[in-house]
């Protein structure tokens, strides 16, 4: 299945995983739609897309936004929601206003954007959302992750049935080097990276570009739906 002459909206597309996404789709001829709540990250990102791109300004927890914005959309193929933000903390200590928050951004931002998206999609098209590796892998101090991926993974199994046959799939990455750790002071984030990079079986942390070759593999796979695609580098398993 090509991706040429196809409308892609990817919310959350302005920076890391969404923009290696959108970059990696409109280089195989798609029309890519970036939506994400800074017009200056927007704008850049723009920039570093080549080929047929545009962004709107969106915030995605915010159930009247996200409707209103499908609404004007019209028809279009593909739905790919990264957007999220997270806290972490041991269980016991953590505010639970903390977590509230990223259920607020990473299910129920997906859970508009599928809610309001899928009327809008094209036959053969499909729902790419996002989970994470801390709902397969304990992790001490990431209850908040665990338990908002969960979230979204059943939410894609129910979607994939009730919404056939338009094709709903989650992909679930470990640690990705994205400016989601750019606030982090440099020495302390480089030596995250290192001690997990020695952990897995590949040896390394994740690219965003790891990611997108997945996002462009659940777009043009028309077989594949209900599932979710693990890109962690085997973290899982250890």
């Known amino acids: 299945m090509s991706l040429k002459e196809k409308k892609v909206v990817i919310i959350g597309g302005s920076s890391g995983m969404g923009l290696a996404s959108a970059r990696a789709a409109a280089a195989e001829g798609a029309y890519v739609l970036i939506a994400g709540r800074s017009r200056e990250r927007l704008k850049k990102a723009l920039d570093e897309i080549e080929g047929e791109a545009d962004a709107h300004s969106l915030d995605v927890t915010r159930e009247d936004e996200v409707r209103d914005f499908f609404a004007d959309l019209g028809t279009f193929d593909h739905l790919v929601t990264t957007a999220a933000s997270g806290a972490s903390g041991p269980f016991l200590e953590i505010d639970s206003a903390a977590v509230r928050e990223v259920f607020e951004s990473k299910?129920?931002?997906?859970?508009?954007?599928?809610?309001?998206?899928?009327?809008?999609?094209?036959?053969?098209?499909?729902?790419?959302?996002?989970?994470?590796?801390?709902?397969?892998?304990?992790?001490p101090g990431l209850v908040a992750y665990a338990a908002v991926n969960g979230a979204v993974e059943g939410l894609c199994r129910t979607l994939a049935v009730e919404l056939a046959p338009l094709r709903v799939n989650v992909?679930?990455?470990?640690?990705?080097?994205?400016?989601?750790?750019?606030?982090?002071?440099?020495?302390?984030?480089?030596?995250?990276?290192?001690?997990?990079a020695a952990k897995l079986p590949v040896g390394r942390v994740g690219r965003p570009e790891d990611v997108a070759g997945t996002v462009l593999y659940l777009m043009k796979n028309g077989y594949t739906t209900g599932t979710v695609i693990h890109v962690d580098g085997g973290h899982r398993l250890v």
């Open 171 to 196: 992909i679930s990455p470990g640690l990705v080097m994205t400016p989601v750790y750019a606030a982090m002071p440099e020495p302390e984030r480089e030596a995250m990276f290192e001690t997990v």
């Open 107 to 139: 299910f129920w931002g997906q859970y508009y954007a599928a809610r309001y998206g899928a009327a809008g999609i094209q036959p053969g098209g499909s729902i790419t959302m996002f989970a994470g590796v801390a709902s397969h892998k304990p992790l």
